[in-house]
């Protein structure tokens, strides 16, 4: 979410820059209100309705990932957290490595009341189905990766969540995690774990 954000970031300074250039290339006469002019082209574009849907949706997105991954950096010593790692055309937002497993975190930050139900996912009356297939495709691709099973989890930023699971994807509220996982019982050694975190280690490089 965070390298969205600053793609995004990086073309409107783009059009604002190559604006200015052009004008003072272009039109000399209009050079000394070329900086105005980038400017204005600059506020346009983010007038924009689908650009300012575009930077409202990331801008909540991130804010999400940032709630959730204050809270699981609170996990005690054994266990590692990474976050925002790549995987080619999607991204995980948060991996977590501990005493109970590895566990990919999908973040979700959604306006209304969300409903969790052992048949499917809601929000503000609406099925969730991609957000349940997301979080299962992404388990799948580190299952892939690590060689070990990854366990998907989803959690909803906000107080308006009902329900703790989707079949067997569990659903979660960000203050609900470090109890969660603390109280999951161990399922591997510690030289197991050494070798996926180093594994998880070679994504973020």
């Given amino acids: 979410m965070r390298n969205k954000l600053l793609i995004l970031m990086a073309f409107l300074l783009i059009v604002g820059v190559g604006g200015y250039l052009l004008i003072r290339l272009f039109v000399p ?13 600059v506020v346009r574009m983010l007038s924009s309705k689908e650009v ?22 609170q996990l005690p010593t054994g266990w590692r957290v990474f976050h925002d790692l790549d995987l080619g055309g999607e991204n995980v937002d948060h991996l977590v490595i501990g005493p109970a497993g590895i566990f990919n975190v999908e973040v979700k930050n959604y306006s209304g009341k969300v409903i969790a139900t052992p048949r ?6 609406q ?8 979080a299962w ?19 909803f ?38 070798a996926v975190v180093r594994k998880a280690e070679q994504l973020v490089k």
Wanted: no cysteine; hydrophobic share 40%.
């Fill in 52 to 73: 300012s849907r575009t930077i409202r949706a990331l801008g909540k997105g991130y804010l999400g990932e940032m709630t959730v991954g204050k809270h699981l950096e």
């Fill in 29 to 41: 006469l209009l050079a000394p209100a070329a900086p105005i002019l980038a400017l204005f082209l």
């Fill in 157 to 194: 930023v906000g107080d308006q969540l009902e329900g703790d699971r989707v079949g067997k994807l569990p659903v979660k509220r960000p203050d609900e995690l470090l109890s969660y996982f603390k109280g999951l019982p161990k399922v591997w050694e510690y030289a197991e774990f050494i």
């Fill in 127 to 134: 099925r969730q189905d991609e957000v349940v297939k997301q």
């Fill in 120 to 125: 499917g996912l809601y929000n503000k009356g």
């Fill in 137 to 155: 495709r992404q388990s799948h691709r580190l299952r892939e990766i690590f060689g070990v099973e990854v366990k998907p989890i989803l959690v």
